[in-house]
């Protein structure tokens, strides 16, 4: 016997409706790149979506084609987010930190036919631009610049269209967005995102238990737009009523800070680095903001040192940690604590918070190893396998990659990880990030978190460095805290207490930044380059 209900499609235009319709008052609120700050109601913004989307139509967009944007974050961006699936093309976010070589590749292996793009981006832009064929370019007008030869503007393109227009009808399981992975590990591999993966994503979002989030928050989104699907926020926030403060090209601590305590932000999301500056401005400033409540901050990219959760929380910022990648649109796992952990000791109930949490609804996980499956017995690690309707099932058009998942058809996310008895995981490393000593592994991420844990240490990255003897030692690299410093061997005694001799780092280099990724996490592969001969360095210019 069938069921007997409705087979109502999962698509965008269900969540746009909705925020037009509910939430007519709802903002979305833009940092412009001068500072200041524009806003726009969902009811104003679902009519600009309309536009948009009969415009892309009248340009001659057909059903799939790419419109490539290369935007910061701010509600013209969010338009694109909605108006290219709604006129039944895919809506191709460019990573506009990548080199211009890398752009062009991504955008010419995307198919890219249209691009959107910030007038201050233009000089980016221009870079790649003999390289690529778009055959439309239109500018988002900001900073009043002339309009570049061969751009046409943006909003004179929405004002030649109607805001009555009705969207074509579509397929839930057509495409609705692409992202590609930002190269971390190899080359970018196109991740391609449908109606219903992103309806069923946004509903996971919302759940108490994730993100939380409702009609009565204000989320600030502090991960690029042009990555990750910008952590599914400018979906879910429409779908849920929220408004949404999105920081242009991002700004410094204190000015986040400002714009979190002007604008009530109860909800806020991005990398650990990012939080690190915060906390620092707050250390150095304690009274110098007034929140009007606690603030959910949402961590996830990379693992949180613990002191970092302490260090927030002190200033009512109470971090929440979550793990996911392009490839699961990001939201996978979230760490809330369960209901008979509330009365734990405060150390134990840190070391939950530091894990990635357990798997939200719909989402399965396991851990797998050549000789087959791992127990969640939270010690023996794994590589962390993941399946789900908002996974990836393939890249487009990369069959060298189709080894990425295995042959029942889970997701290899290439994260070595544990899992304990009540499902909470923990990542251990990125496979290629752990460092293999004697045939032991030394997990990176441990012992950086320790070391940013020492109050002299800023930022900590540990990596391998080749060795004769042990094939692999770990070397770390310390950003000491503003007008601190620390002798090589205190670090070693402060990590003595926590880890073996062996797990201990051969040596310790003082630098003044680490690098970063193009989406703030710390870029290990350049430290790895730029430190690999430091074995055979003399010892006289291995200690700084
Ligand atoms: P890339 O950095 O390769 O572009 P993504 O941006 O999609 O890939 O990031 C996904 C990766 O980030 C995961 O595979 C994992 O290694 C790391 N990551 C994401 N969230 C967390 C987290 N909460 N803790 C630790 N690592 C995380």
């Given at each position: 016997m069938r069921g007997l209900m409705m087979d109502e499609p999962l698509t965008l235009a269900a969540i746009l409706e909705r925020a037009n319709r509910y939430f007519p008052r709802g903002e979305v609120v833009s940092r412009r790149p001068d500072g200041t700050l524009s806003r726009i109601k969902y009811a104003a913004l679902a009519k600009r979506v309309r536009r948009l989307a009969q415009a892309l139509q009248q340009a001659g967009l057909k059903r799939g084609d790419r419109v490539a944007t290369l935007m910061w974050n701010h509600a013209a961006h969010v338009e694109a987010y909605f108006a290219a699936p709604l006129s039944g093309g895919v809506v191709h976010p460019l990573n506009?930190?990548?080199?211009p070589d890398e752009i062009a590749y991504i955008a010419g292996h995307a198919g890219d036919r249209f691009l959107i793009v910030d007038d201050v981006l233009w000089p980016v832009f221009e870079r790649f631009r003999d390289k690529v064929r778009f055959e439309r370019v239109w500018v988002v007008p900001f900073g009043g610049m002339p309009t570049p030869p061969g751009a046409e503007i943006y909003e004179t393109l929405l004002a030649q269209s109607s805001e009555d227009y009705e969207f074509p009808e579509c397929d839930e399981n057509d495409a609705a967005g692409m992202f590609f992975t930002s190269g971390t590990t190899g080359q970018p591999k196109g991740v391609v995102y449908s109606h219903r993966s992103l309806v069923l994503h946004s509903m996971a979002e919302c759940m108490t238990d994730s993100f939380g989030l409702s009609q009565n928050d204000t989320a600030l989104l502090?991960?690029?737009?042009?990555?990750?699907?910008?952590?599914g926020l400018p979906y879910t926030c429409p779908m849920a009523g929220t408004k949404l403060v999105l920081s242009g090209g991002g700004c410094g601590p204190e000015e986040l800070l400002d714009l979190m305590e002007q604008e009530g932000v109860t909800f806020a999301c991005g990398v650990p680095t990012i939080w690190l500056g915060v906390l620092d401005a707050l250390r150095k400033n304690p009274g110098g903001w007034n929140f009007r409540g606690p603030v959910r901050v949402l961590i996830g990219g990379a693992a949180p040192p613990e002191s970092l959760i302490r260090g927030l929380d002190r200033f009512g910022l109470r971090i929440m940690h979550a793990w996911g990648m392009t490839e699961t649109s990001p939201l996978a796992t979230a760490g809330r604590l369960k209901a008979?952990?509330?009365?734990?000791n405060d150390d134990r109930k840190y070391e939950v918070r530091c894990k990635q949490g357990y798997a939200v609804p719909l989402i399965r996980l396991r851990l797998m190893r050549p000789e087959g499956e791992v127990p969640w017995d939270g010690a023996t690690p794994g590589e962390l396998e993941v399946r789900g309707p908002w996974i990836a099932a393939s890249y487009y058009n990369a069959p060298e990659a189709a080894n990425r998942w295995s042959p029942d058809g889970w997701f290899r996310t290439g994260d070595v990880a544990t899992i304990d008895a009540e499902g909470y995981v923990k990542i251990v490393d990125r496979a290629k990030d752990m460092i293999k000593s004697g045939g032991e592994w030394i997990s990176s991420v441990d012992l950086e978190n320790a070391l940013m844990a020492h109050p002299a240490v800023r930022e900590a990255a540990v990596i391998a460095v080749p060795d004769a003897k042990w094939q692999e030692r770990p070397l770390a690299v310390i950003v000491p805290r503003d007008g601190a410093s620390v002798a090589p061997a205190e670090l070693e005694k402060f990590l003595g207490a926590r880890f073996a001799k062996w797990q201990i780092p051969d040596g310790f280099v003082f630098a003044t930044e680490i690098p970063r990724t193009s989406?703030?996490?710390?870029l290990k592969s350049q430290l790895r380059e730029q430190y690999r001969d430091w074995h055979k360095q003399p010892e006289s210019t291995k200690k700084d």
């Open positions: 506009l930190r990548l080199h502090l991960a690029p737009m042009f990555h990750v699907n910008g952590w008979h952990m509330h009365d734990w989406v703030g996490k710390f």
